[in-house]
């Protein structure tokens, strides 16, 4: 397996190659990325400097589904062992097709993800990820596989069987979302089990933002220790970055994965440090390649290097993904601004959504509902008015914006067992 001590030397030479190597396939085998070059004037042979890299246009998120199903393809279909697609969280699926070369790749990027994350292979992994299309299950399954872990493939869903088969297998490594493992531990202390007296050790979360507060909540019913993934379905699905033992911020893996970090408007590449949209190019894929992809997850790259020794760089948690971003009267607000004030208040959970009132196609109003603790729960009009006022008042000076607040009694909102839905519209 590839580490991820690479010397600088090494490392560039690397990536060098890799991204000629990207270059090359798609220009003489992608017939989309043929017609990119040529629409561009670029001639791909010669790119060969990081300043020409730069000129190859962006692929977006629309171009992949204007490609949909196979007009991504770059080998013809009997060479894809694999189809996935993205779970829709916004608009119309997206179609990746893996070849062999490609699943090996993945499982041994997710396999470094694993290892990095503290997991060895005498370990015994839960994966509560949905298998299926979504590329969750199937890309935490090989890849702790491919480390030689014992997996568990539950898939997502039926919280409390997890449960009693998380108990009777010793399983100590739990992969899922962050909000899942809150549900979980929800469920289990509902059933009367004490959440850490299952033993978890390491938990891999990924699929969705995962705040301080959600972590510190896990880690503290579990008493596991949380590390955070990241990865989409568009570049290969979870195994692009995750985090050490440090937990402070996500190596990337940078041989496989070139990073860029751009200015969400004018699209100029942005110094390490600076915070914009992340876009990235597989060097390897063959199946369906893309180059220069823009995520729309918005975060940066970290310039220090991480204690751990690794030189490989880390990016920084995704505070939101550009296509999740509220304007509402001309303010732009991400969901976890919004989750970083509920934080602060012990009176009210992580369960929360955001209500989008409509009229004519247009933001009129955002309600926020968020559930109230047992603890926090109480009769009396007179202290839930003041807290709801607190909560007001600190958005208003967060956000600039007052929005609603509804407080609600204590397990009210809907759970979910794969990605938390937060944001719903209405239309009046
Ligand atoms: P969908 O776009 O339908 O949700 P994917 O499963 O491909 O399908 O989701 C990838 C997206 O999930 C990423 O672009 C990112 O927005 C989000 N995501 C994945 N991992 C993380 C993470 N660790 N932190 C925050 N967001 C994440
Ligand atoms: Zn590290």
């Known amino acids: 397996m590839q580490n991820d001590f690479f010397s600088k030397d090494d490392f560039t030479a690397r990536q060098k190659n890799g991204l000629q190597q990207a270059i090359k396939h798609a220009s003489d085998n992608s017939p989309y990325y043929r017609r990119v070059f040529g629409e561009a004037n670029l001639n791909p042979g010669r790119i060969d400097s990081p300043a020409d890299f730069k000129k190859i246009p962006f692929t977006t998120k629309n171009d992949l589904r204007e490609a949909y199903p196979y007009g991504m393809a770059a080998v013809p279909l009997e060479k894809i062992l694999r189809i996935h697609a993205s779970s829709g969280t916004t608009g119309k699926p997206i179609v990746a097709g893996y070849t062999r070369g490609d699943l090996d790749c993945w499982a041994e990027g997710v396999a470094r993800i694993c290892e990095m994350a503290g997991v060895t292979s005498s370990d015994i992994a839960q994966i509560s990820f949905g298998y299926g299309l979504f590329t969750g299950g199937f890309g935490l399954h090989y890849g702790l596989e491919w480390?030689?872990?014992?997996?568990?493939?539950?898939?997502?869903?039926?919280?409390?069987?997890?449960?009693?088969?998380?108990?009777?297998?010793?399983?100590?490594?739990?992969?899922?979302?962050?909000?899942?493992?809150?549900?979980?531990?929800?469920?289990?202390?509902?059933?009367?089990?004490?959440?850490?007296?299952?033993?978890?050790?390491?938990?891999?979360?990924g699929g969705e933002p995962c705040s301080d507060a959600m972590r510190e909540d896990i880690e503290n019913q579990w008493g596991l220790k949380a590390t955070v993934n990241y990865g989409l379905t568009e570049v290969v699905g979870p195994g692009i970055s995750g985090e050490c033992m440090e937990t402070a911020g996500m190596h990337i893996l940078e041989d496989i994965y070139y990073p860029?970090?751009?200015?969400?408007?004018?699209?100029?590449?942005?110094?390490?440090?600076?915070?914009?949209?992340?876009?990235?190019?597989?060097?390897?894929?063959?199946?369906?390649?893309?180059?220069?992809?823009?995520?729309?997850?918005?975060?940066?790259?970290?310039?220090?290097?991480?204690?751990?020794?690794?030189?490989?760089?880390?990016?920084?948690?995704?505070?939101?993904?550009?296509?999740?971003?509220?304007?509402?009267?001309?303010?732009?607000?991400?969901?976890?601004?919004?989750?970083?004030?509920?934080?602060?208040?012990?009176?009210?959970?992580?369960?929360?959504?955001?209500?989008?009132?409509?009229?004519?196609?247009?933001?009129?109003?955002?309600?926020?509902?968020?559930?109230?603790?047992?603890?926090?729960?109480?009769?009396?009009?007179?202290?839930?008015?003041?807290?709801?006022?607190?909560?007001?008042?600190?958005?208003?000076?967060?956000?600039?914006?007052?929005?609603?607040?509804?407080?609600?009694?204590?397990?009210?909102?809907?759970?979910?067992?794969?990605?938390?839905?937060?944001?719903?519209?209405?239309?009046?």
């Open 147 to 205: 480390l030689g872990a014992t997996v568990v493939p539950f898939s997502s869903g039926n919280t409390e069987r997890q449960l009693s088969l998380m108990q009777d297998f010793r399983t100590n490594v739990l992969v899922s979302t962050p909000s899942f493992a809150i549900y979980m531990a929800e469920t289990a202390r509902d059933l009367g089990y004490s959440p850490r007296d299952f033993g978890l050790k390491i938990g891999l979360f």
């Open 260 to 428: 860029e970090i751009i200015d969400p408007k004018s699209g100029e590449v942005l110094p390490d440090g600076e915070k914009g949209e992340l876009v990235l190019t597989p060097m390897f894929k063959e199946g369906f390649p893309v180059l220069r992809y823009r995520t729309g997850d918005i975060t940066r790259l970290i310039p220090e290097p991480c204690p751990c020794g690794r030189t490989t760089r880390r990016m920084d948690y995704i505070t939101g993904r550009s296509d999740d971003m509220i304007i509402i009267k001309g303010v732009n607000i991400f969901p976890s601004q919004i989750e970083e004030v509920l934080a602060g208040f012990s009176e009210v959970s992580p369960h929360y959504r955001l209500v989008l009132k409509k009229e004519k196609g247009f933001i009129k109003d955002l309600e926020i509902q968020v559930e109230l603790t047992p603890e926090g729960f109480t009769d009396s009009f007179q202290a839930l008015e003041a807290l709801d006022g607190r909560i007001r008042q600190r958005l208003r000076s967060t956000l600039s914006l007052g929005p609603r607040v509804k407080l609600m009694e204590p397990k009210s909102l809907e759970r979910t067992t794969g990605k938390a839905k937060r944001v719903f519209e209405v239309e009046q």
